[in-house]
């Protein structure tokens, strides 16, 4: 299986502030990632795909790069929803897996 | 736009059979731009893909839970569901369900999700 991680694990900012979430896959997986929001209580949401490709509606203050193993979730300029776990997802090879994820909460 | 919605037994004795079913709206499981995928969520596992499949015949599981899992459908109810056998209480998750686009297989949208919690 293809072994996702994530890194921070959690990180504590501020409404405004530009953060960066790491994923890193076991081995290459093209631009096969996925990055989904998930709030308590709540489904993930899809955010990019194709890692790079904002889906429709997502704020573009959202922004996703990286291909083969190393890959970038962006936000910039902060806002009050974005506190919220994030979650990538590899799709090049069976069976899918998740990262872990990155909690970000308010400082 | 697309909705999902699971249903099912919130409580499952060990060793039993979990049932879930997903009931889709706004879109028809019997197309070709779909998969249509389950996924679950527990605090000890995080997000897990359990398998997937689609309406021209292709089904494919987790391996981990390739033994105990079914993905079946429902065309007519535009419904699919989910049978697990045997659990224990490391099955204990919300359980999601998911449409998975074709080209890509990323998730693009996802049920509540439904508590389903093993115990005795």
């Known amino acids: 299986d293809v072994q996702m991680t994530q890194s921070p694990s959690s990180l504590s900012a501020s409404v405004g502030d530009r953060i960066t979430i790491t994923c890193r896959a076991s081995?290459?997986?093209?631009?096969?990632l996925t990055w989904y929001q998930q709030k308590p209580g709540k489904a993930p949401r899809l955010l990019i795909f194709g890692a790079s490709t904002l889906e429709s509606e997502v704020p573009t203050r959202f922004g996703g790069s990286g291909f083969g193993t190393d890959f970038t979730l962006i936000i910039n300029s902060l806002e009050p929803e974005d506190f919220a776990t994030y979650y990538c997802l590899q799709s090049y090879s069976m069976p899918f897996t998740f990262g872990p994820g990155t909690t970000v909460d308010i400082k | 736009q697309v909705q999902l919605h699971e249903s099912g037994p919130g409580l499952v004795k060990p060793s039993e059979t979990l049932s879930l079913t997903c009931t889709v709206s706004g879109d028809s499981i019997s197309g070709s731009n779909y998969y249509w995928a389950w996924t679950r969520q527990s605090p000890e596992k995080g997000l897990e893909w359990i398998g997937s499949?689609?309406?021209?015949?292709?089904?494919v599981y987790n391996p981990s839970l390739k033994s105990r899992v079914t993905i079946s459908v429902d065309a007519s109810k535009n419904q699919f569901s989910l049978r697990m056998t045997s659990v224990t209480v490391a099955d204990t998750a919300v359980y999601y369900c998911?449409?998975?686009?074709?080209?890509?297989?990323?998730?693009?949208?996802w049920g509540q999700g439904a508590l389903v919690t093993v115990s005795s």
């Open positions: 499949f689609h309406y021209r015949g292709s089904t």
């Open positions: 998911a449409r998975e686009r074709t080209s890509g297989h990323w998730l693009d949208a």
């Open positions: 081995q290459g997986i093209g631009n096969h």
